[in-house]
């Protein structure tokens, strides 16, 4: 069996075709810009503030695209709702499944302005106990970063706070994450159990170059009256887009993590670029100001193993020095494999050796296991398909896949 043989690819029926000229979302608007809306389309003030809150539950609670669903509200007042704004999901343009169960979505917005429809991936990791959602935050990314796929595709745009969060209600939506439609309202809809329970902002785009979309979708996403995620269980990283740090932990308050990969700036200049712009000295300096920051609220420093790169016994003694007094998680990434790439990842004997050695400083140090490989779906393979592969770099890709790592029957 091959690697592209064990992936199911579905372009599911019914889903809606991206509109020429859409309405106004009224997804991602605060209370105070859902309620401004409904008094420009004729809502009486005494109304606006019950009307906000009937829209929040259908939308963020129950899940609800479809005004007509929304029973508690008068026909007329559905009709005005149909007639100026939309809460549609975005076009699911091809969804993908790989053998570990991980899910991929490549999905396609509507065009802002005078631009064209845009498209960006999304992922879903399932595992025991919970299920991470990683959410992409730019069209592309302008970073660059050598080891990271979607590093080679240029930043077309950033997503609005409503495409940011429209990944995560389409998602639920998916994965059945809603609760029934049956359910009394006012009934209380029960928050264990879900399918989505973590968010990562870890997807395609530098979140923090995207700061006030990213901010109002957490905050959305985060809202106790609504998708009520715990802070918690949300996590931005970024590649260390230094001034935009503090304002995260001040502002936001979910949790921080740090694209690192390397502990000299040297070769962190050539993986990761934005460090000639914000070296590692300053990139600590503001991760040890975070605020919140505590041996209970540790910051996760991401660190991809790259074969006779930065994986040496040498890498591991900088990196513990790099990071001494900061209360801090290190993840290790084994390297995930894209077209075209130079990088090799690192042997798993260097793996384990890289990683004991940190654990014995008194970090922990968990070696991330790669999931999504096959549907490149895995950490730095996102890459929207707006820019396809071509049939031969497919096959490539498999044949790569199977030389490097077997595949299980």
């Known amino acids: 069996m091959s690697v592209m043989d064990a992936v199911t690819i579905t372009k599911p029926a019914g889903q809606p075709r991206t509109e020429l000229s859409p309405k106004p979302s009224l997804i991602g608007l605060s209370r105070e810009e859902m309620g401004n809306a409904l008094r420009q389309r004729g809502v009486a003030d005494k109304q606006v503030k019950m009307r906000v809150s009937q829209l929040w539950n259908w939308i963020y609670v129950r899940g609800i695209s479809?005004?007509?669903?929304?029973?508690?509200?008068?026909k007329d007042m559905r009709e005005m709702?149909?007639?100026?704004?939309?809460?549609?999901?975005?076009?699911?343009?091809?969804?993908?499944?790989s053998n570990d169960g991980t899910r991929k979505w490549l999905?396609?917005?509507?065009?802002?302005?005078?631009?064209?429809?845009?498209?960006?991936?999304?992922?879903?990791?399932?595992e025991e106990g919970r299920g991470t959602l990683c959410i992409s935050s730019q069209v592309g990314?302008?970073?660059t970063c050598s080891f990271c796929h979607t590093g080679t595709q240029?930043?077309?745009?950033?997503?609005?706070?409503?495409?940011?969060?429209?990944?995560?209600?389409?998602?639920r939506d998916r994965l059945g994450d809603f609760p029934d439609r049956d359910i009394p309202l006012g009934a209380m809809v029960p928050s264990e159990g879900r399918k989505v329970s973590n968010i990562v902002m870890m997807g395609m785009g530098e979140p923090l170059y995207n700061f006030d979309a990213v901010k109002q979708a957490l905050l959305i996403a985060t809202d106790g009256d609504g998708l009520s995620l715990s802070k918690r269980?949300?996590?931005?990283?970024?590649?260390?887009?230094?001034?935009?740090?503090?304002?995260?932990?001040?502002?936001?308050?979910?949790?921080?993590?740090?694209s690192l990969h390397a502990v000299r700036d040297d070769l962190r200049d050539i993986l990761v670029p934005i460090n000639k712009k914000y070296p590692l000295k300053e990139l600590i300096e503001a991760c040890r100001a975070y605020p919140g920051l505590s041996n209970a609220r540790r910051i996760t420093f991401e660190y991809v193993m790259l074969k006779d790169v930065n994986d040496s016994l040498e890498d591991a003694k900088g990196l513990i020095q790099l990071l001494k007094g900061v209360p801090a998680k290190i993840n290790l990434i084994p390297f995930n494999p894209w077209p075209g790439t130079n990088y090799q990842c690192s042997d798993w004997a260097q793996i384990e050796k890289f990683a004991d050695f940190i654990n014995s400083a008194g970090y922990a140090s968990p070696i991330r296991t790669p999931r999504g490989r096959d549907i490149l779906a895995a950490c730095g393979q996102l890459k929207s398909e707006s820019e396809r592969m071509r049939k031969t770099e497919r096959l490539a890709f498999e044949a790569m896949m199977i030389a490097n790592h077997g595949v299980d029957d």
């Open 233 to 258: 269980r949300v996590t931005l990283s970024t590649s260390g887009v230094v001034p935009e740090i503090f304002r995260t932990g001040e502002e936001i308050g979910v949790m921080l993590a740090i």
């Open 81 to 97: 709702l149909k007639q100026h704004f939309t809460i549609a999901r975005p076009e699911i343009v091809e969804e993908q499944v």
């Open 66 to 74: 479809d005004f007509d669903q929304m029973v508690n509200i008068a």
């Open 154 to 171: 240029r930043l077309v745009r950033n997503l609005t706070a409503e495409e940011i969060l429209s990944q995560l209600l389409l998602a």
């Open 141 to 143: 990314c302008s970073l």
């Open 107 to 126: 999905l396609r917005f509507p065009p802002r302005g005078a631009g064209r429809p845009v498209e960006v991936e999304t992922v879903y990791i399932p």
